[in-house]
């Protein structure tokens, strides 16, 4: 299960950061570290702060977007402060730990951390299915970037041991639901623009944020990969009706 | 309660470690920092890991021994990795932020954490009623030193508002007991070497580890403030008996 659980750091600042994060997640036997486009990297600050965890950083994988990174995972939770706001699911660390641990049984996972400043960027919030925050005293609730991912992954490696000695318990609550990864959602999206495109409902001269806010709810919704399909039957069946009517169009304007 | 929590820092090396250690406390709601001998404090690099926690670690209480730092506390928790050899009552992190949240209802607590690379010596692991481990991966289980703290203040945190939210369960679990503190286990203590000493059971020439021992032993038993002068009581009657021998022994001589 811990293999199927990956965390992402977008655009860090500090190096140290990284590995400071490598050895949190090796503490805590999550070895797949992946990063977007950090801003000073490979260097050997890196490699210091992770002390027994250099392997973790010499590992790591680079992408330059989000996307590239979640394109396999099945599961993406984004973390940030508490926000009441934003319309995704929101659970607190003890509930991520849990549900990680139940979906990584099936998938590959996503822990998505935002800048050291800035967070997490909307469009990047958007591409997430769930939410998690640390509980954190009002006083002072910003953690610094390792000690937020050495939280969560505790959390997560706790959910597992609790998992292990329960077996029983868990797998009876264990779904048997299986989701579309990342990429099947985007070629989803495309499929989805192309034919609201088609039938006119978008216009490419005002493409407005209905795709966003489409994205936005399906991406919550969370649809499992048989409900993806039956969308995309729908998607289909339109664009056979937008092709023929098109044809007929063209027909009568011959006439 | 929080503010009836102290963490003590033993001898740290890198002054970085004790900024995101105040860091980490703050973020948590717990204040109250004690710094035994660190290497290299005051230094700015302890301000600049603090960020937005800079108040705690100017407040930060420096004391030479470990003995200063706990003098007023009457519950006092080591921290290190797991560890079957020793003979205190061992905890894992979560049951000891429970712990934590239902002892600093009625009295000063502290969280004793190790240098760096050692963790902590014999004679401050003796000093302590009870130790905790965090639970980590064994592949490589050593976490980062304001890692551990935050993971432990954390949880004591998420205690403090899992408490917040069932004030009555709480209460009819808290219990009503009183505890003495350090101090005054530590009078204790010497008024038992003194007795011991006049009854000739240690021989001043013969040190040996008896008291240390004993200490161990009492330490571990914790004694509630009621029976603290149950024995002090019998401390003081040994005493007088000892007292009378002697003087009767001296008019025999006399004679």
Not at 12 to 15: R, S, W
Not at 117 to 120: A, I, K, N, S
């Given at each position: 299960m811990l293999s199927n659980i990956r965390v992402i750091l977008i655009n860090?600042?500090?190096?140290g950061n990284i590995g400071s994060t490598a050895r949190a997640m090796k503490n805590m036997g999550i070895r797949n570290l992946y990063l977007v486009d950090?801003?000073?990297?490979?260097?050997e600050q890196a490699l210091t702060m992770a002390a027994g965890a250099k392997d973790i950083v010499e590992q790591a994988v680079i992408t330059s977007t989000l996307a590239e990174a979640i394109a396999d995972c099945s599961f993406v939770i984004g973390t940030s402060a508490?926000?009441?706001?934003?319309?995704l699911p929101q659970m607190n660390a003890r509930e991520c730990g849990e549900r990680v641990i139940t979906e990584s049984q099936s998938h590959p996972v996503a822990l998505v951390f935002g800048r050291e400043?800035?967070?997490?960027h909307n469009d990047e919030i958007q591409q997430c299915n769930a939410h998690t925050y640390i509980s954190a005293h009002p006083d002072y609730p910003v953690l610094n970037l390792a000690a937020a991912v050495q939280t969560i992954c505790y959390e997560i490696y706790m959910a597992h041991q609790i998992q292990a000695e329960q077996p029983y318990k868990s797998n009876s609550n264990q779904k048997e639901k299986t989701y579309p990864n990342t990429q099947q959602m985007e070629y989803f999206y495309q499929h989805l623009e192309t034919t609201l495109r088609n039938i006119g409902f978008l216009i490419k001269q005002h493409p407005g944020n209905t795709m966003l806010k489409l994205k936005r709810l399906f991406n919550r919704a969370r649809p499992e990969r048989q409900e993806l399909s039956i969308l995309r039957g729908v998607l289909s069946t339109i664009d056979k009706l937008a092709e023929s009517t098109k044809k007929e169009s063209t027909k009568k304007e011959e006439h």
């Open positions: 860090t600042f500090h190096p950090p801003q000073d990297f490979p260097n508490r926000d009441r706001t934003h319309s400043t800035m967070g997490l």
